[in-house]
């Protein structure tokens, strides 16, 4: 007679842990949004903006607010900096289930600035204390339900209406990688003085004897900072000899 095997599916184990940590945990689950613009002015009313937290959750949650100034590299990734440009009031919260917090952000960075200056917001969660170390709160006691950390980024930006952004587009530059696929690289400037988002771009095609349209995914939502520069690539398009490419915008 065969002994009965306690073997038990690698799968199976997976999903009990995650059915336990589910019954146990709190996800979190927060909705943070600027109440009146993401746009601050260097003085005046404009220069401060209220943020509203929401936690759609059924445990506590808290939160750190940091701010950066923000720069993005060729490839359009984020570069931060801790900024102190800004009074975060409060820094740290604590959400309580099922409600909402308020914070005010004033800028207190340079007042003449002569370029749009962009930032991020970060708000880190905080793991609650667990055991005798809860925290009390007028509701009961809140701690212990999570056991992870995530963070939220808010964009802003700092600018006054006369700034005006400027795309450009360099000439493109044929790629072939080591699968043999081939791409048209090309590199958009921004030599404004404001942001500025790529959504309907129209590509221009300039050949000897016709130009050709394109309208790629690849260049949709694409930011690019004032006075900075972007590097995309899209597939080569089809029937274009890669010499004397000359490229065009319509935005």
């Given at each position: 007679?065969?002994?009965?095997s306690n073997y038990v599916?690698?799968?199976l184990i997976k999903l009990i842990?995650?059915?336990m940590f589910l019954g146990t945990t709190?996800?979190?689950?927060?909705s943070i949004k600027f109440l009146d613009g993401r746009t601050f002015s260097t003085t005046g009313l404009n220069s401060t903006k209220t943020i509203h937290i929401r936690n759609e959750s059924t445990g506590y949650e808290a939160y750190e607010i940091t701010s950066f100034a923000r720069n993005l590299d060729i490839d359009g990734q984020d570069i931060l900096s801790t900024s102190d440009d800004f009074i975060i009031e409060p820094r740290q919260i604590l959400v309580e289930p099922k409600s909402e917090m308020f914070?005010?952000?004033s800028y207190i960075g340079p007042e003449d600035i002569d370029i749009e200056q962009a930032y991020r917001f970060k708000f880190k969660?905080?793991?609650l204390p667990k055991g005798n170390n809860r925290i009390k709160t007028k509701k009961g006691v809140a701690g212990g339900n999570v056991g992870m950390t995530m963070h939220y980024l808010k964009s802003a930006y700092v600018t006054s209406q006369e700034f005006q952004s400027n795309i450009e587009i360099?000439?493109?530059?044929h790629e072939k990688d080591e699968e043999g696929n081939e791409w048209l690289k090309m590199v958009f400037v921004n030599t404004g003085s404001k942001h500025h988002v790529l959504r309907k771009t129209e590509l221009i095609i300039y050949l000897k004897d016709k130009k050709i349209k394109l309208n790629p995914e690849e260049l949709k939502l694409i930011l690019i900072l004032a006075?900075?520069?972007i590097e995309k690539k899209i597939p080569w398009p089809e029937g274009v000899l890669p010499d004397n490419l000359n490229l065009g915008l319509n935005l």
């Open positions: 007679m065969k002994k009965k599916p690698g799968i842990l995650v059915l709190s996800i979190y689950c927060a914070v005010t952000c969660s905080v793991p360099s000439n493109g530059v006075n900075s520069k």
